[in-house]
């Protein structure tokens, strides 16, 4: 228990007092953003790389987790976030670059609470069209093997993620924690 609390402590998500007592770390509007600036960079870097690099598994892995992807609503179910984050390993992993796939992996658990935080508010049908349009066209700049395609697509797809969501949330919220 004391080694896990100390992993959850190095990577922002607990805190411990003097007595050892945990809680959850707030939402922090800074921590958002850097992870927002960080997935604008290595996101499209990434989906850069798959179409570059892609094989026939690859594509094929990425349109089996584009099968069964949806567009999130405010209450998702386990099943529709585990899709949803393997579509986008599917990406990384044809990128074939190992140390981007771990860090990005990396930051998916750590954004994955920011993600919780944007989905309480429905973006709306137009927003959620407009994602699966974008997973639709990600999914075919790969295939087709067009790198600054994927590379746009995944920029304006970072763009508008909950991620986006949770910093413009966060620096118009009136308390720290974001509620």
Known sequence: MREALRRLKSEGLVELDAHRDARVSPFRAEEARDLLEIRRS??????????????NADIHAIRAAAEGLAPLHPHPSVEQLVAH??????IYTASHNDLLIGT????WDKA????????????GQDARDQKAKEHEALVECVALGDSAGAAEVMRKHIDTSLGA????RLGHSDTDDGT
């Open 165 to 168: 969501t949770a910093v413009w």
């Open 112 to 123: 994955d609470r920011y993600r919780l935080l944007a989905l309480r508010t429905d973006p």
């Open 85 to 90: 984050r393997r579509f986008h390993a599917a």
């Open 42 to 55: 290595l996101d499209p870097l990434a989906a850069s790389l798959a179409a570059e690099r892609r094989t």
């Open 104 to 107: 990005l992996e990396a930051l």
